[in-house]
């Protein structure tokens, strides 16, 4: 019986409605070449001007993936430092950098994301497979980003592509206790080829089995299911992840011309369910963010 009420607690708490709607903008991503898509931000230039145009169109955090001089992903120390800095001065959008970077990167590299000094990091929880690939997050890798976040005062995000990384995210909390500030926050990535499919069947089944720490979650659809994905979160008390990482086409036959249409069209179908997109002081205090910024 009190396993059946916490249960119910749980789900209660986990689909309860939040107040305002917090847009996280995945702009670039590591998939696309700029050959095929020359509308995706891959410059600092290009990056920049999209943080500032999604963060007027509503969003409030920004997933960082940056390109090297040739629009190739990188992973390179001193881009990274430099793309904090121009947007966090140009911006006052949360900064999470991507620490998945792309399926080729190696788990070493991949921690070293941490040195830019972010507000916050993705955290892949799990191996995942990806289209004909294979992402890789070993427990071990898991465990030590979680916990040089933590040492950091970065707060993590949690990115669950699959229902068996709710079960890691558990023992991640079990071993190492809360993030920094305390809060905890996930996003599901549905609709990867190999990962949960995105479906509001597979949403709330990842929504019922998340752990009573989770303080916030939001869901994000790849391609075509982005929408329903993105109706689902809102009904059931999710944020909204959107962006060119996710989704290159806006409708049937009509491209993604600029992030910012994107973020325009979660943030008036949040308006539109009453959920409005938060202001970044609102999802910093949503996420316990570190000030990072200087006056
Ligand atoms: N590019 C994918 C292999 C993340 O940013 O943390 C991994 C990814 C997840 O995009
Ligand atoms: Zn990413």
Known sequence: MTGMTNDATRIKRATSLAAGTLITVAPTG??????DCPQLPTTLAELVETAVTCQAAGASLIHIHIRDADHKPSLDAVRLRETVLAVR????????LSTGGNVHDPLEKRLTVLDAEPDSCS??????????????????????LYRQAQEREIVPEFELFDLGHVAALRRLIDDHGLPFGGKVHVDFITGV???????PAALLAGIQALPAEVTSWAATGIGRSHLPIAAAALASGGHLRVGMEDNLIYAKGQPVARNDELVTRA???ARLM??????TDEARALLSIKERRTA
Not at 123 to 144: A, H, I, K, R
Not at 193 to 199: A, E
């Open 30 to 35: 590591a998939e696309t070449a700029k050959g």
């Open 89 to 96: 001065e140009q911006t006052s959008l949360v900064i999470q």
């Open 123 to 144: 955290l892949t929880c799990g191996t995942t497979n990806f289209g004909d690939d294979v992402f890789l997050n070993p427990y071990p890798f898991m465990s030590q």
């Open 193 to 199: 080829p190999g990962g949960m499919p995105g479906t």
């Open 267 to 269: 943030a008036d179908l």
């Open 274 to 279: 009453q959920r409005p997109p938060m202001t």
